[in-house]
């Protein structure tokens, strides 16, 4: 599950719109393949999971939504392993914080545009949110 070169493996959950309104400006990046995992319809394996929590120096507790309804209702009064919670993100993929990035060696939590921005990677219309710091309203 590693990106090939120029390829954004861009994992995201279906059901969060604010996942789909991520997923757009990935897709937006031309010098980039978008290679979608939707894990609402194929969820991570065990070891994958491993792998996303490795590359981004977490554990696999650091990946879990601690917003999610499911963590909230069934999962969070009760203390799990990291085995246990892979197993657990395998059967309810709506715990996993998403969306996820993997790109050049990368892996990152992409919350706006701006989290590719700054990685470096051009999106028309987008600059870095201390890119404009000048262009604030005239004072004359």
Request: proline residues 4%; glycine residues 6%.
């Amino acid at each position: 599950m590693r990106p090939q070169e120029n390829e954004i493996l861009f994992i995201f959950n279906g059901r969060k719109a604010h996942d789909a309104k991520v997923l757009g400006y990935a897709s937006s990046i031309q010098k980039y393949k978008v290679n979608e995992r939707n894990i609402d319809k194929n969820p991570l394996t065990e070891t994958q999971l491993t792998q996303v929590a490795n590359d981004m120096g977490l554990q696999i507790l650091d990946l879990i939504d601690k917003t999610s309804d499911t963590f909230l209702n069934e999962i969070k009064a009760q203390n799990f392993s990291n085995e246990e919670m892979m197993k657990i993100v395998k059967r309810h993929p709506d715990i996993l914080k998403t969306p996820i990035a993997m790109l050049n060696g990368t892996v990152f939590f992409v919350h706006s545009a701006y989290d590719f921005v700054n990685k470096g990677i051009e999106i028309e219309g987008v600059k870095s949110k201390s890119g404009n710091s000048s262009e604030g309203p005239s004072r004359d």
